[in-house]
């Protein structure tokens, strides 16, 4: 709820909102989720996985409709397929004419622009971007990023958005999020659990498959992968474990593996918290020895 701060002579209006820990994170659904219902209805699977790949290499990517209501839906909705990842750049759903120089900016974006702001747009001037016509199912790109992901990823993900009947639901939304764990669910592996989790590169890479090995060592250097993991030690730091909708998944994919992990996760714990009740033991009996020795 916002926090509303009347002074005598102007309001002060405080707007505040707590971000949403992806522990508690739910998966949109057609037809629940309005966004979600939109994009599907208006964009086809391949348009979708286009726009998917080129959020995975952070493309500057262009959504554009004569409805405003649909262009919002639209961008919302891919940013919400990226979980459990988070888009770090920058992010407009809907583009008033008056910031259309957003779309000159070297850095990666993905931003909704009302058919008639881009109209005003010179495209020449803007480069190399990604552009989805939601009122047309199109879609411009200079590049080639799908087939650039790793075969049999998009192949999964091709046959589970095929099935069209299996797609209500969190289907959609739940096929995107399988891609994403036969990409990156593999970081398990590469954690470590000493004074406190650890993530370490190198191992990350040696044990994926080999088929993986090129398209994530060119993740490792994006920023939505960096965040990803900095999110996911943190919650693995705080306690909360193996338990969001990603996690999930990641069990169901390689029960043996995350099997290993919980236990070496559960064992980590045990000892911090040990360790954690030993430390303010210690600080209580030399506290108590100082009060009776002031005393």
């Avoid at 008056?98 to 803007?126: H, Q, R, T, W």
């Avoid at 075969?151 to 589970?160: F, H, N, P």
Wanted: charge should be negative.
């Amino acid at each position: 709820m916002p926090d509303l701060d009347y002074e005598s002579d102007r309001i002060k209006c405080v707007f505040s909102v707590d971000c949403p820990h992806p522990i508690a994170h739910q998966l949109p659904s057609i037809p629940e989720n309005r966004n979600l219902t939109e994009y599907y209805n208006a964009v086809d699977a391949n348009n979708m996985m286009i726009i998917f790949a080129s959020m995975l290499y952070e493309r500057r990517i262009i959504f554009t409709s004569k409805r405003l209501t649909r262009l919002s839906a639209c961008v919302q909705s891919a940013n919400d397929l990226l979980y459990p990842m988070i888009w770090q750049h920058i992010f407009i759903p809907v583009l008033p004419m008056a910031f259309s120089d957003y779309l000159l900016a070297p850095m990666p974006f993905l931003i909704g622009v009302p058919d008639e702001v881009l109209k005003n747009v010179n495209k020449c001037d803007v480069g190399e971007v990604v552009i989805l016509d939601a009122d047309n199912n199109t879609i411009e790109t200079p590049f080639d990023d799908v087939h650039n992901l790793p075969s049999e990823v998009v192949a999964s993900l091709k046959k589970q958005l095929k099935n069209r009947s299996a797609l209500l639901g969190d289907g959609v939304s739940r096929a995107f999020l399988r891609a994403l764990v036969q990409l990156i669910g593999g970081y398990r592996d590469a954690l470590s659990f000493e004074d406190k989790a650890n993530f370490d590169e190198e191992k990350f890479i040696e044990t994926r498959p080999s088929s993986l090995q090129p398209f994530l060592k060119e993740m490792l250097q994006l920023q939505i992968f960096r965040q990803f993991i900095e999110d996911r030690l943190n919650i693995l730091g705080a306690g909360l474990g193996f338990t969001d909708q990603f996690e999930t998944e990641v069990s169901v994919y390689s029960e043996k593996s995350s099997s290993k992990l919980k236990q070496q996760y559960k064992e980590w714990t045990s000892t911090m918290k040990k360790e954690g009740t030993a430390f303010f033991r210690n600080v209580k009996d030399k506290v108590s020895t100082y009060i009776a020795w002031v005393v």
